[in-house]
């Protein structure tokens, strides 16, 4: 039997400011499976990940998700400035009801660096806190966006082993990445073929929000 899809995206148009970027982006995404979004900058993979995430609504269509949710990470990493690395995955764990935070530490090589203030990172630590957070969510659906920006090789490569275990547990990503992961499990999206005609389309409830 197939199992239920952890997302499902159905016909969605998802833009900016009442511009339409992508249209009628169909797919769904069951457990253990990947989806890796491609296409030229500015095409709207961004956009399509933030409207996934509920970070702003779609111009059209239906996102349906599993009850648990979804775990995002975006360009920003969403850390604690002062707070150290173990206290920036603990706070995260206890929003999610979680309290073990050693796999996560040890999953992205962060355990010579859990006392340390989160400020005090370097661009790469910063993103390896960043998807450490993941694991600690405990979502099955991961959403990402970038996720191996300022990563060495090493620390691709422990990304890489991080995302094969959660599908191999059950979980599913969608991943906006232009880096080979070689993760035999993910499926390529141009979305490019969505591109939706440069139409302005009535904002339907005015909300947008300034460029960050
Ligand atoms: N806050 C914003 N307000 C208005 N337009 C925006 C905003 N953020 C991005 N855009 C525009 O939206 C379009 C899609 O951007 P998006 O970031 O989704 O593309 P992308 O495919 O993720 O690009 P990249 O590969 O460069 O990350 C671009 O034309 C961009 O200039």
């Given amino acids: 039997m197939t199992a239920e899809p952890l997302l499902s995206v159905a016909g969605v148009t998802v833009g900016r400011g009442g511009i339409a970027f992508l249209g009628q982006v169909s797919f769904d995404l ?6 890796v979004l491609r296409g030229p900058n500015g095409v709207g993979k961004t956009t399509l ?3 996934i995430a ?7 269509g239906r996102i349906v998700m599993a009850e648990d949710g979804a775990a995002y990470a975006g360009h920003a990493d969403g850390i604690k400035a002062t707070l150290t690395v173990r206290e920036n995955l603990l706070f995260w764990a206890r929003i999610h009801g979680r309290s073990d935070v050693a796999p996560a530490l040890a999953a992205m090589d962060l355990e010579a660096l859990a006392d340390r203030p989160a400020q005090n990172l370097s661009a790469g630590q910063k993103r390896r806190l960043g998807l450490a957070r993941l694991l600690v969510t405990g979502r099955r659906l991961w959403l990402l966006d970038e996720p191996t920006v300022s990563l060495d090789t090493r620390s691709v490569g422990l990304f890489a082993q991080l995302a094969r275990a959660h599908l191999r547990s059950g979980g599913a ?3 906006a990445t232009h880096i080979d992961l070689g993760l035999d499990e993910a499926r390529i999206l141009d979305v490019s073929q969505y591109r939706a005609s440069a139409m302005a389309m009535p ?9 960050a």
Avoid: I, K
Avoid at 54 to 60: D, N, S, T
């Fill in 49 to 51: 990940l933030r409207t």
């Fill in 173 to 175: 990503a969608v991943m």
């Fill in 203 to 211: 904002a339907t409830d005015g909300f947008d929000e300034a460029f």
């Fill in 54 to 60: 509920g970070l702003q609504p779609p111009m059209a």
């Fill in 30 to 35: 069951r457990p253990g499976e990947a989806l």
